[in-house]
């Protein structure tokens, strides 16, 4: 079974439209943390969040927000008012202590194409 | 800050040759990792040093990868003999605190392409 499922495989929009990006993890630790990266064309993962099993409060970063539901296993990513410069794959993943060490387990990841 | 950087960004072998690729991470950081991310799929973990040593490479294939990192900086993963399913992207990520603390985020370099013919 996968541990991280992003559902979505592509999503496409026109710009300034609100997306969400969901995702949904498995675990059966207490103590993880979920992490969002994107991924540009160029190739480079860019660290967007982390967020620890104890800290569910919502964040919200400029039109970056994420929303974190234990309750559903759920860290969903929402852009709002995309601009194109976010067209991109954005991936979540989830890292357990597994072997005295936190190792993470990316999604399939899911790519945003932002239109003008 | 520099970031993490990665050496070669793309290398095309054939079949049953070697290659290797280089990741020196950003200063001080204690941990260094190597994913493989195949088109279309997630990155995953190969193999995290601590320093100079082997944290986890339950994912890496023995038979044909091997990494090192000597002196707890560089880092090289080599595949010998290569094949065609190990066409991919090769990524190096450091993180500055060490392995199994809490917080753990990493930082990416920009990957090395690999096609193997």
């Known amino acids: 079974a996968q541990k991280v499922t992003q559902a979505q495989t592509e999503i496409s929009v026109v710009e300034k439209e609100d997306v969400t990006l969901d995702c949904v993890y498995e675990?059966?630790?207490?103590?993880?943390?979920l992490f969002w990266y994107k991924q540009p064309p160029s190739g480079e993962l860019v660290f967007l969040i982390r967020?620890?099993?104890?800290?569910?409060q919502n964040e919200i970063s400029g039109r970056y927000s994420w929303n974190f539901q234990k309750s559903t296993s759920s860290f969903n990513f929402t852009i709002t008012a995309s601009q194109v410069v976010d067209s991109a794959v954005y991936f979540c993943?989830?890292?357990?202590?597994?072997?005295?060490?936190?190792?993470?387990?990316f999604g399939r990841g899911t790519s945003l194409i932002v239109h003008p | 800050e520099a970031g993490v950087a990665q050496s070669p960004r793309y290398k095309i072998i054939e079949k049953r040759q070697s290659v290797a690729f280089w990741c020196n991470p950003i200063?001080?950081?204690?941990?260094l990792y190597w994913y493989q991310q195949i088109l279309g799929q997630g990155p995953k973990l190969l193999i995290q040093?601590?320093?100079?040593?082997?944290?986890?490479d339950s994912q890496l294939p023995k038979d044909r990868f091997s990494a090192e990192r000597l002196k707890g900086v560089d880092s090289t993963l080599k595949i010998q003999p290569a094949k065609l399913e190990d066409s991919a992207v090769y990524l190096c990520?450091?993180?500055?605190?060490?392995?199994?603390?809490?917080?753990?985020?990493?930082?990416f370099g920009p990957g090395t392409r690999l096609t193997v013919l």
């Open positions: 675990t059966r630790d207490t103590t993880y943390y």
């Open positions: 200063s001080g950081h204690a941990t």
């Open positions: 990520a450091s993180s500055l605190v060490p392995a199994g603390a809490s917080t753990d985020t990493q930082y």
């Open positions: 967020r620890n099993s104890f800290d569910e």
């Open positions: 040093f601590q320093n100079n040593g082997v944290v986890d």
């Open positions: 993943a989830l890292s357990e202590a597994q072997r005295g060490s936190y190792i993470p387990t």
